[in-house]
């Protein structure tokens, strides 16, 4: 392929010919540009424009929502002792908070295992359940036995006891369980435990059997005498000389001991009382404050008679009763004993303590959890990892001691407070009975056996609210102020100060006006002309961003309907200035916020208001309209509830392995979740225990509860039981059916279920929609969007609802049609994005004119090259053959 150069045989330079033609035709490419660049510069002044507005409509978000108006500072005076938050219900005030105590979890644990893999019994397969609630009554401590006679005569030596590593002062004066209490409770400080006595009681034979007397009348011979004190009293003498029978005698005793004289007025006085008789032998005394009580016997000279003597010789006698101390722990916590000799205070030397004469109330509102551990695995480790797996709120561990039984099953409830304290029992699987060694070793019931350890009560905080003791399951407490959650931290006092966030407010107002400011600034600057730069806007004369400003101008200065009280900006000291900015009197401002705080939520936002306390407004759309709509019930929202067809009975027996088949809020299409088999643990209820037992048990099912589906049970005023589901409105159904144990009927009777209702009803006259408690406004009605919750009360006219929409929610609405996917900036883009592409399809089809032009030149001056070049050619040779000829010549 030979080469071609255009020009290069005739030295024609073709290509500057053909450029220099092109130049020139090229010329009108340049309005093309010109014309797109002017459209680009339109289009990024509207992506300008846009950005303002788009910053302008984020200064509404706040101030949309009624809650910035309702927001509330809490200041506490010692944050390390607690802090608070508040919600809009809160009443601004000052409050005094003493924390008492702080909420804790309880904790128990095993018995030492020598190891964490071996089995535990038979290792048969096992069910562990967990109830929740609350003990109640008796104390957690350790009892003590009657003090020993040596003590009573020799008192506790000096180090013999010690109460959680605090030795207790005792001594030689230290004799009964009287005084050893007053020692032990002069230390509660330090140790944490306190003493309680048991009443000292003489002998219940001191005077006879119990059916016969074995007092023997008291004979006296001459010069002899006989006296019987109790307790240093002088309860019967006799002088010499008597004969039996004529003197002290069981029926002088009790004559004595029966009436109002010298001899009982002192027994009383020393806080002795007189049970029985002699007569029948069954006299005893007793001293509640566990003071020791000596019974002595004196005589001289030759006696007969008395205590156990029949007619021999009385020699005179003396005895001691003592009464027993009892230690408390108030935080529930274990009690360690020891010292040189506890056993001087009738005490056991090591570490325990547990419930004594408590009771388990089981907390409905708790699910009960079940634990299956499976057959092999009822290790200790087997055990804590089946608690763990079962979600059941309790956290399985395992501590060792170190000891040669070191390893400890740990179970801590998940939750704090006192309702939280776990019932725990072993049952084999399918009904069968517990394994001995895993009852023996995980059974606990504070109103029973506990085989486990509490090393940690669950308790309640306490605090007190101005003086009002308060009391809270968990370390967050809500309630004691309306709308106030106080967190302790620490035990102490604190000032907690709920106030008005009227600087959230203040920034909220300024911030917004100060965004319509900048919005202002921008337009003016794209739409304007600037004598300086003798430039303008490329908005200028846009009537678009006319419409945007004036729309926006107009928005501001028309006063907000529905709303009662403040309606425009001007009264809380926002106005317009002459070039259109917007500013705020701060004076103004704060005068509003002081005397008409609750109307400036109105003014900006969507507020709504139900003149019925049981209605509350829980939302709108930008379709509900302002104003004052009537509420109208005519139908109220119900749960679906199963009742007993009869009075429950003092006592219900759930038969072992009982279950029943619980339907509950199923739905249409049916969902298997809703359907469950529910396990009712074996015993014998009162009708609230087992109301309680019902609720928990479906509760605690891990398919109900993780659709959220729970029911409540109670005992009505009738005495019959009522199940209920607590889901509100046609989506809440219940029934029950057998499947093994106690039936259905045999707690409930004949009766049938019934299913729940939604609310119905009208807003402003319109037929509403109801789901649940929830009653919203008609789609196409002024009311559109607009939700009511009808949290109670009765069929009939309910009041009136009143909406209004603040400047902020018109605003977004009415800044959303400007920039949003339909708004006048989008749609002004979009046209504007179409000429550019017309022009540059212009400018594509001219320049491909231009390429077709250029074709042209080229060849023709290619041909004309080529002419040039043949005709050179030709004249060279015509000179060389001329000149040949004349050389030739």
């Known amino acids: 392929?030979?080469?071609?150069?255009?020009?290069?045989?005739?030295?024609?330079?073709?290509?500057?010919?053909?450029?220099?033609?092109?130049?020139?035709?090229?010329?009108?490419l340049q309005a093309y540009d010109t014309k797109t660049g002017v459209l680009q510069g339109r289009i990024a002044s509207y992506g300008q424009l846009s950005g303002a507005i788009g910053t302008f409509q984020g200064s509404l978000s706040s101030l949309s929502n009624s809650s910035t108006f309702q927001a509330l500072t809490s200041n506490s005076s010692d944050t390390t002792i607690l802090s608070a938050t508040a919600t809009s219900t809160a009443v601004p005030g000052s409050y005094q908070v003493n924390v008492r105590q702080l909420a804790k979890a309880q904790s128990l644990n095993t018995a030492g295992q020598t190891s964490t893999t071996a089995t535990i019994g038979t290792g048969a397969a096992a069910t562990i359940s967990f109830q929740f609630g609350s003990v109640g009554g008796g104390s957690f401590g350790v009892n003590g036995t009657a003090l020993p006679t040596t003590t009573a005569t020799g008192g506790i030596a000096k180090g013999a006891l010690s109460i959680n590593g605090t030795?207790?002062?005792?001594?030689?004066?230290?004799?009964?369980?009287?005084?050893?209490?007053?020692?032990?409770?002069?230390?509660?400080?330090?140790?944490?435990?306190?003493?309680?006595?048991?009443?000292t009681k003489t002998a219940a034979a001191l005077f006879g059997n119990g059916t016969a007397s074995t007092f023997g009348n008291v004979a006296t011979g001459a010069s002899s005498s006989y006296a019987l004190t109790v307790g240093g009293i002088q309860i019967a003498t006799q002088g010499a000389g008597v004969a039996a029978g004529s003197g002290v005698t069981p029926a002088s005793i009790d004559a004595t001991l029966g009436g109002n004289n010298a001899t009982t007025q002192a027994l009383t006085a020393a806080g002795i009382t007189v049970s029985g008789t002699a007569a029948a032998g069954t006299l005893q005394f007793t001293a509640t404050n566990g003071a020791n009580i000596n019974v002595t016997e004196t005589v001289s000279g030759s006696v007969t008679g008395g205590l156990g003597n029949s007619g021999t010789a009385n020699n005179g006698s003396s005895t001691t009763a003592t009464a027993s101390v009892s230690l408390v722990s108030a935080a529930g916590t274990p009690i360690t004993v020891a010292g040189s000799n506890p056993a001087a205070a009738g005490l056991t030397a090591g570490t325990g303590g547990s419930y004594t004469g408590s009771s388990f109330t089981l907390d409905g509102t708790q699910p009960l959890g079940t634990v299956n551990v499976a057959t092999g695995s009822g290790t200790l480790a087997g055990i804590r990892d089946a608690i763990n797996n079962a979600n059941v709120g309790v956290t399985a561990s395992?501590?060792?001691?170190?000891?040669?039984?070191?390893?400890?099953?740990?179970l801590t409830s998940n939750k704090t407070g006192a309702n939280a304290a776990m019932k725990i029992t072993?049952?084999?699987?399918?009904?069968?009975?517990?394994?001995?060694?895993?009852?023996?070793?995980?059974?606990?019931?504070?109103?029973?056996?506990?085989?486990?350890?509490?090393?940690?009560?669950?308790?309640?905080?306490?605090?007190?609210?101005?003086?009002?003791?308060?009391?809270?399951?968990?370390?967050?407490?809500?309630?004691?102020?309306?709308?106030?959650?106080?967190?302790?931290?620490?035990?102490?006092?604190?000032?907690?100060?709920?106030?008005?966030?009227?600087?959230?407010?203040?920034?909220?107002?300024?911030?917004?006006?100060?965004a319509y400011n900048t919005l202002n600034t921008t337009i003016s600057s794209l739409s304007g002309y600037d004598p300086t730069t003798k430039k303008a806007g490329a908005l200028q004369g846009d009537f678009t961003v006319r419409g945007i400003r004036s729309?926006?101008?107009?928005?501001?200065?028309?006063?907000?309907?529905?709303?009662?009280g403040l309606t425009t900006l001007s009264q809380i000291g926002i106005s317009f200035q002459k070039d259109g900015s917007l500013t705020v009197d701060s004076t103004k401002l704060n005068t509003a916020m002081t005397s008409n705080f609750n109307s400036i939520a109105g003014l900006f936002a969507a507020v709504g208001q139900a003149s019925d306390g049981l209605v509350t407004v829980t939302g709108s759309s930008a379709k509900t309209q302002p104003g004052n709509y009537a509420l109208n019930i005519t139908q109220m929202a119900t749960q679906a509830t199963l009742a007993s067809t009869g009075v429950l009975p003092a006592t219900t027996t759930i038969a072992a392995n009982t279950t029943w088949?619980?339907?509950?809020?199923?739905t249409s299409p049916t969902t298997a979740s809703k359907v469950q088999n529910i396990a009712i643990p074996a015993g014998n209820y009162s009708p609230s225990a087992l109301a309680a037992l019902l609720s928990?048990?479906?509760?605690?099912?891990?398919?109900?509860?993780?659709?959220?589906d729970t029911v409540a049970a109670s005992i009505d005023s009738t005495g019959h039981l009522v199940l209920s589901s607590t889901k509100w409105g046609s989506g809440s159904n219940?029934?029950?059916?057998?499947?093994?144990?106690?039936?259905?009927?045999?707690?409930?009777?004949?009766?049938?279920?019934?299913?729940?209702?939604?609310?119905?009803?009208?807003?402003?006259?319109?037929?509403?929609?109801?789901?649940?408690?929830?009653?919203?406004?008609?789609?196409?009605?002024?009311?559109?969007?607009?939700?009511?919750?009808?949290n109670g009360g009765s069929i009939g006219a309910r009041g009136t609802v009143n909406f209004s929409q603040g400047y902020a929610v018109q605003l977004t609405s009415l800044t959303t049609g400007f920039i949003g996917t339909s708004g006048l900036i989008t749609s002004r883009t979009s046209g504007l994005n179409d000429s550019i592409k017309s022009i540059t399809d212009q400018k594509a089809s001219f320049q491909a004119h231009l390429d077709s032009m250029q074709k042209i030149y080229t060849a023709q001056f290619t041909a004309l090259d080529t002419m040039v070049a043949s005709m050179q050619s030709t004249q060279s040779y015509l000179t060389q053959q001329l000149a040949s000829i004349a050389a030739n010549r």
Do not use: C
């Not at 729309?551 to 009662?564: F, S």
């Open 1 to 28: 392929m030979g080469i071609n150069s255009p020009g290069i045989g005739s030295g024609l330079d073709v290509n500057g010919l053909v450029s220099k033609l092109m130049a020139a035709e090229s010329l009108p």
């Open 167 to 199: 030795t207790i002062a005792t001594d030689s004066t230290t004799k009964s369980a009287l005084d050893l209490a007053n020692a032990i409770n002069t230390l509660t400080g330090t140790t944490g435990v306190s003493a309680n006595v048991t009443a």
């Open 398 to 410: 395992i501590v060792s001691d170190g000891s040669n039984n070191p390893y400890h099953l740990v």
């Open 426 to 514: 072993v049952s084999g699987a399918g009904g069968a009975a517990a394994d001995p060694a895993l009852a023996s070793l995980l059974n606990y019931d504070p109103s029973g056996t506990q085989s486990m350890q509490q090393t940690s009560a669950a308790q309640d905080t306490l605090l007190s609210v101005n003086g009002i003791a308060v009391q809270g399951h968990g370390t967050d407490v809500s309630g004691a102020i309306d709308g106030v959650t106080i967190s302790t931290k620490q035990t102490g006092t604190s000032t907690l100060t709920i106030a008005r966030d009227t600087k959230s407010v203040s920034d909220a107002i300024n911030g917004f006006v100060k």
């Open 551 to 564: 729309q926006l101008r107009a928005q501001l200065d028309t006063a907000v309907q529905g709303q009662n």
């Open 661 to 666: 088949s619980v339907t509950l809020n199923q």
């Open 696 to 708: 928990s048990s479906i509760n605690g099912n891990s398919g109900f509860a993780g659709t959220g």
């Open 734 to 790: 219940l029934t029950l059916s057998d499947v093994t144990g106690s039936t259905v009927a045999g707690v409930f009777g004949t009766a049938t279920p019934t299913t729940g209702l939604d609310v119905a009803g009208t807003i402003g006259g319109v037929q509403a929609t109801g789901n649940g408690q929830t009653l919203s406004g008609a789609a196409g009605s002024v009311t559109e969007g607009l939700q009511l919750s009808i």
